[in-house]
């Protein structure tokens, strides 16, 4: 039986590869930069539909996808599959925005800390986030799963901003709406 050898000219050191700073980090620390590098492709195209997430298996994760649970579970638990997703891709748009945080929990939280003057109301309203429906907790852990994972964003148009159509924000006007899912109305920031 032959050796077999395996060429290692063309790998990296992992030691150096986790010591590389990525485009983001470099993006970060360059003052110049006003736009953060693209996010990474899309790969997967979930179907939008409750057999196809019923048939997945169930979804963990570590913070990021417990706060995009989170705020899944408390914006959108009650729209229907393409709701949820649509949901998500905001958050995960605002991520890839120099406007907003770059962390899904930097964005859900962005400016809690005072009554209805935050991003996600459910995080200022003045009630406790209690998590009472465990199907409709599964169900959007694995829309954030998917998500968090690179799934496609083409719902919403790349919009930033959504409300749902019984509150007329005033920001509404200003901006591009990109589409209607469910309850909700997208939008997408100018510039």
Not at 104 to 118: D, I, L, N, S
């Amino acid at each position: 039986m032959a050796d077999v050898v395996l060429s290692t000219s063309n790998a990296k050191d992992p030691v150096a590869e986790a010591l590389e700073t990525g485009p983001r980090a470099r993006a970060a620390l360059d003052p110049k930069s006003s736009r953060r590098p693209a996010p990474r492709p899309h790969r997967l195209v979930p179907d939008y539909d409750r057999a196809y997430l019923a048939q997945l298996p169930a979804a963990t994760g570590g913070k990021e996808w417990r706060c995009l649970t989170e705020a899944l579970y408390f914006e959108a638990r009650g729209e229907d599959v393409a709701g949820i997703f649509a949901v998500a891709e905001v958050i995960l748009n605002r991520v890839d925005s120099v406007r907003f945080p770059d962390s899904v929990c930097g964005v859900v939280q962005q400016g809690t800390g005072e009554r209805y003057r935050c991003q996600f109301s459910y995080n200022c309203d003045g009630q406790a986030e209690r998590i009472d429906e465990k199907r409709a907790w599964r169900k959007v852990g694995k829309v954030a799963r998917l998500m968090l994972d690179g799934a496609a964003r083409r719902l919403t148009g790349g919009a930033t901003h959504y409300h749902t159509d019984w509150v007329n924000p005033r920001w509404a006007s200003a901006f591009a709406r990109t589409s209607t899912i469910g309850d909700h109305h997208f939008y997408r920031m100018p510039g």
